[in-house]
């Protein structure tokens, strides 16, 4: 089902959520990921959204109503997490300018019977918020993995 229910305006549009219900958009908040993610490479347009906590965010697929991702900055919750972006993915994200990309790890929240949510610290997201434009990274030498417990409640300061 494609989520971009209507259009309001020339400069807005309704994005369709099952999770967080309608929510309205400009065009141009829309992040373009040309790629798609891992998983999901049909899914390339997503809406962020602030979650209700602060260092956390909703990624709402523009494409697909059903597929939303809770994301938390990682800086927040992990001391020590850096991330270094190669010129092939700097290139690719058209970054100019450091301070315009953001990075992002997707969070998964516990299945019943688990106590906590972990989080992809090893597949974030890099989202260049000046273009518009985002990816999947893999770093394959970074020291944290792809299941990462996080603790939502508590970010560092």
Known sequence: ??????????????????LLGPIEAAPED????PEGLLGFPE????????????????????DHSALA?????????FEGYSVELGPVERAELQVEAASDVII???VTLPRPGETRATTNLQGPLAI?????L???????????G???EIDLTHAMG
């Open 128 to 132: 260049n918020l000046a273009r518009r």
């Open 134 to 144: 985002a990816r999947q990274i893999i770093l394959s030498d970074s020291g944290f």
């Open 43 to 62: 899914c390339r347009n997503f809406v962020l959204l602030p979650a209700a906590r602060e260092g956390l965010f909703w990624l709402q697929s523009a």
């Open 104 to 106: 992002l790890s997707i």
């Open 146 to 148: 792809i299941r990462c």
């Open 69 to 77: 991702f809770l994301l938390a900055d990682p800086f927040r919750f």
């Open 1 to 18: 089902m494609n989520a971009v229910a209507a259009i309001t305006s020339p400069s807005r549009m309704i994005v369709d959520s099952d």
């Open 30 to 33: 829309v992040i373009h990921f």
